[in-house]
């Protein structure tokens, strides 16, 4: 695990699985802070089309690689970013997260198995909630290595998710360095290794909270 110290001023980063809220979460903390607010997906579909069709056109590689360029820009913007469920694959763009402050949502299976009913999500397409699943669960060690903080939308009120994310961003735990401590806890909660919750239970893939997700970046 890496050392980095977060600056007050440093872009935030919303980063989880599928279904888990990112884009409402990241959209009303960004109002909040009265500051930019950039959902990667959308611009990625605004300047190159579905998404859907860009992994059956083109396949996941150059996705991703869509993907990382969105991010890098976003991040020069500052404020607010939500990214896509795997965006942190991408060695790139894992490279450019260094320095930004990065709240993880994490959801349970079954709060994310309504939000998520329908959708075009292409790495979803022949799995349902089995292949979402598969994807947490292959993505889980990077979600909390990458992870200063950890925040659970299973089953709570947007408006409580949102206050946390909020109280720890402008808390002193948001600016502070981060290095290999381990584990910090806070009010009886859990964090990902090397983050810290705010009074939240912190597994990924283990979240709480009534949010949406409407974007289709598997």
Same mark, same amino acid.
């Given at each position: 695990?890496?050392?980095?110290?977060?600056?007050?001023?440093?872009?935030?980063?919303?980063?989880?699985?599928?279904?888990?809220?990112?884009?409402?979460?990241?959209?009303?903390?960004?109002?909040?802070?009265?500051?930019?607010?950039?959902?990667?997906?959308?611009?990625?579909?605004?300047?190159?089309?579905?998404?859907?069709?860009?992994?059956?056109?083109?396949?996941?590689?150059?996705?991703?690689?869509?993907?990382?360029?969105?991010?890098?820009?976003?991040?020069?913007?500052?404020?607010?970013?939500?990214?896509?469920?795997?965006?942190?694959?991408?060695?790139?763009?894992?490279?450019?997260?260094?320095?930004?402050?990065?709240?993880?949502?994490?959801?349970?299976?079954?709060?994310?198995?309504?939000?998520?009913?329908?959708?075009?999500?292409?790495?979803?397409?022949?799995?349902?909630?089995?292949?979402?699943?598969?994807?947490?669960?292959?993505?889980?060690?990077?979600?909390?290595?990458?992870?200063?903080?950890?925040?659970?939308?299973?089953?709570?009120?947007?408006?409580?998710?949102?206050?946390?994310?909020?109280?720890?961003?402008?808390?002193?735990?948001?600016?502070?360095?981060?290095?290999?401590?381990?584990?910090?806890?806070?009010?009886? #909660?859990? +964090? &990902? !290794? =090397? $983050? @810290? *919750? /705010? %009074? #939240?239970? +912190? &597994? !990924? =893939? $283990? @979240? *709480? /909270? %009534? #949010?949406?997700?409407?974007? =289709?970046?598997?």
């Amino acid at each position: 695990m890496s050392t980095d110290v977060r600056r007050a001023d440093a872009p935030v980063v919303v980063i989880g699985p599928m279904g888990a809220g990112k884009s409402s979460v990241g959209k009303r903390v960004a109002k909040t802070l009265g500051v930019p607010f950039t959902d990667t997906d959308r611009v990625i579909v605004r300047e190159h089309g579905p998404i859907p069709g860009i992994f059956a056109d083109r396949g996941e590689p150059a996705f991703r690689a869509l993907e990382a360029q969105a991010v890098r820009a976003a991040l020069a913007t500052g404020g607010v970013i939500a990214v896509g469920g795997g965006a942190v694959t991408h060695a790139d763009t894992r490279q450019a997260l260094s320095g930004a402050r990065i709240v993880l949502l994490t959801v349970s299976p079954e709060a994310v198995a309504d939000r998520i009913a329908g959708s075009d999500r292409p790495l979803l397409a022949n799995g349902g909630m089995d292949a979402w699943q598969t994807i947490m669960d292959e993505r889980a060690a990077t979600y909390a290595e990458l992870a200063h903080v950890v925040v659970d939308t299973s089953r709570r009120p947007m408006s409580r998710v949102v206050d946390e994310v909020v109280t720890w961003l402008r808390s002193d735990a948001g600016t502070s360095e981060r290095g290999n401590a381990g584990t910090t806890e806070r009010s009886g #909660t859990t +964090a &990902a !290794p =090397g $983050s @810290t *919750t /705010s %009074s #939240t239970t +912190a &597994a !990924p =893939g $283990s @979240t *709480t /909270s %009534s #949010t949406t997700s409407t974007e =289709g970046a598997p």
